[in-house]
């Protein structure tokens, strides 16, 4: 039907059509792909979400006398500099080294003050040799002080994504945003029917040496990105969970700070807000048809982010125009939805590519080869001692007791065993609560006398299916020191303590046998 | 009107809030709350036909208002629009715009804080 060369001529001589992702869905819907294929050239895609897997190449330029940096530090972000004497890597996601900033100012915010033209601190250490003698370099560096400031990020723009929710009774905090308890809240980050790889699903024009919108300047896709997949399942053509993924290059010396953004995802890490857009040229009536699919054709999987292993329990299938109208439904429950992508910004980007094809001032690019659209999957990593789970432990007999009992036997019950917890049961050996040796002390103190009044309802648990290693986890987080372990009934079965988990992990470096 | 209640310990003992709902036509909601000993703060709504004549009231039994104009505050200039704090609000009072920007409602916001914490990009001021 057409080809790139036809389509870059039409752009040149100022008559090429142009639309968003978004109208062309609009276009496909009233006309139908093949009369959108004979009028529409190009279509704009545009997504404007975190990406942590972005960073940059730097080279600082040659000290006198010289310098062969072995580590650096980026206002106190270290940026890898295992590369010849005076390159480092930046990773947005890397924290800073001062733990009192910690993840309020990493690598994404160092990419970000260099693009704004801020100064920043760079201190560099190094082992000395006989061509590079300086051995430590403490001097502040603005991007146009640098020989090449080039963004390479190994993995942007995944083909969409999972949505996240929380089962469990604690507030998570997530990559995927704060996620509040009992289902409390939903979160998505794909664009939607503006995403660019949702748009060309199978790559028909996408691929090494694709031009691209890239936070505000000319990019370009170096091929696949990490965790790139294409053998997944499928919905009208697009996969319904994370799939295809880009790798991008460009300049940050021609950055605009307007469409990309620092920013920290509470307690979980820095990441980087990359703007990025996407020119999908319409060659045929196939490719018309992908760009015009809708939000509500785009299909997508809530996952229960509360359990913190590789596959997560997926609740419900559902889709970009429920998740963008604010809530979905979960077990009969509106349960409100956050983007956490701006959609407001892809939207921009969108109209901002079209804008620069339109005046002709980007023409399009035939990739060199296109992306891998079979044969690939993402391999898990296999841990050669596997995780031990919670039932594995050796567990003495459970000393319990019951709501009804009286707190001089309870305190008994904790001396005689020379123990520090005891659930609290009920009849048939199910959890109500937990008592420890300090409440106890606490209530003789303060004369009460029923068990009741001295319990902890809200117990920390761990299940007998879980890995020792996120029960060691909820151990820290909560600053406890022991909980009990619990069957799918909720019967008490053990107790576990922070004790017993460093035992294990001492054993284990040693090269011991697991409990 | 959202206002801040200023108690000194002398009066904490004193249960002058109850005896102004029981005076006066009002809707009293209390949306924070921080008392010790030495006195105290409380965040809270007072609305209702008895509005003016109940703070009167309350002010002269020794409690400082302070009305406050704004509880919450939204940067423009940093926030990107992403709406990772629209599902925390527990009471709706930030909505996504039909152009997808985030606004938040002064008037509903009880300013508990919790889409400042969470906010990626900081850009969600609290006024105390």
Redo the contacts between chains.
């Keep these: 039907m057409k080809t790139i060369n036809e389509i870059n001529q039409k752009i040149k001589d100022g008559d090429t059509v142009v639309v968003t992702a978004s109208e062309m869905t609009e276009i496909v819907a009233e006309y139908g792909p093949r009369e959108a294929a004979r009028e529409v050239d190009v279509v704009t895609t545009g997504t404007?979400g975190?990406m942590c897997s972005s960073g940059a190449f730097l080279n600082f330029g040659h000290s006198d006398p010289p310098i062969k940096m072995s580590r650096t530090y980026l206002n106190g972000v270290e940026a890898y500099s295992g590369l010849a004497a005076v390159d480092a890597y930046i990773g947005a996601a890397q924290p800073n080294r001062d733990p009192e900033i910690g993840l309020d100012y990493g690598g994404a915010h160092v990419i970000e003050d260099l693009i704004k033209g801020e100064e920043i601190e760079l201190l560099a250490e190094a082992y000395g040799t006989d061509c590079y003698p300086l051995k430590h370099i403490r001097t502040s560096i603005t991007l146009d002080k640098l020989n090449q400031a080039v963004m390479v990020n190994p993995r942007n723009c995944y083909q969409n994504y999972a949505v996240a929710t929380n089962s469990t009774d604690e507030i998570l905090y997530t990559y995927m945003?704060?996620l509040?308890p009992d289902f409390?809240?939903?979160?998505y980050s794909s664009a939607g029917e503006l995403s660019p790889l949702i748009n060309d699903p199978y790559f028909q024009t996408i691929g090494f040496g694709t031009k691209v919108f890239l936070c505000g300047t000319e990019g370009y896709i170096v091929g696949e990105g990490t965790q790139h997949s294409t053998d997944v399942e499928r919905r009208h053509g697009v996969p319904t969970t994370s799939a295809g993924t880009l790798m991008v290059k460009g300049d940050m010396k021609k950055m605009d700070p307007e469409f990309l953004?620092?920013?920290?995802?509470?307690k979980y890490g820095p990441?980087l807000?990359v703007g990025v857009g996407v020119p999908i040229p319409v060659l045929n009536e196939d490719i018309a048809a992908s760009t015009g699919i809708s939000d509500e054709d785009i299909i997508c999987k809530v996952v229960d982010y509360g359990v913190p292993r590789r596959e997560r329990p997926v609740i419900k299938e559902t889709n970009y125009k429920e998740l963008k109208s604010?809530k979905i439904e979960i077990d009969g429950v509106e349960?409100?939805?956050?983007?956490?992508?701006?959609?407001?910004?892809a939207?921009r980007i969108a109209e901002e590519l079209k804008k620069w094809i339109e005046e002709g001032e980007f023409i399009l690019t035939s990739p060199v080869y296109r992306l891998p659209s079979r044969g690939y999957t993402v391999r898990p990593l296999e841990i050669r001692k596997p995780s031990i789970m919670v039932r594995e432990l050796e567990s003495k007999p459970v000393i319990v007791t019951h709501p009804d009992e009286n707190i001089k036997d309870v305190a008994r019950k904790l001396v005689e065993n020379n123990i520090n917890h005891i659930p609290v049961v009920d009849e048939k050996g199910i959890l109500q609560g937990i008592v420890t040796s300090w409440d106890i002390a606490d209530a003789i103190a303060k004369g009460k006398t029923r068990l009741q009044d001295v319990m902890t309802r809200k117990v920390i648990i761990a299940r007998e299916d879980e890995p020792v290693e996120v029960v060691a986890r909820r151990i820290d987080k909560y600053d406890i020191s022991g909980l009990p372990i619990v069957d799918s009934n909720n019967r008490v079965k053990g107790i576990i303590t922070a004790e017993d988990i460093s035992r294990l992990v001492g054993k284990r470096d040693k090269g011991g046998e697991s409990i | 009107m959202k206002a801040w209640l200023r108690f000194l310990p002398s009066i904490i003992g004193k249960a002058i809030i109850s005896e102004a709902i029981k005076k006066h036509n009002i809707e009293f909601n209390i949306l924070r709350a921080h008392i010790t000993p030495r006195g105290g703060k409380m965040l809270v709504d007072i609305s209702g036909p008895e509005e003016r004549e109940s703070i009167k009231f309350i002010e002269e039994q020794g409690i400082e208002v302070n009305p406050i104009i704004r509880v919450v505050k939204k940067d423009k200039d940093k926030c990107i629009d992403c709406g990772a704090c629209i599902s925390l609000c527990p009471v709706k009072a930030i909505n996504m715009e039909k152009d997808w920007s985030v606004e938040i409602d002064d008037q509903v916001c009880i300013g508990c804080g919790f889409c400042a914490k969470s906010c990626p990009t900081k850009s969600i001021i609290l006024f105390e």
């Design positions: 404007f975190a945003g704060t509040l409390g809240n939903v979160t953004k620092a920013a920290t995802m509470p990441t807000y604010g349960v409100p939805t956050s983007p956490l992508s701006s959609l407001k910004r939207r």
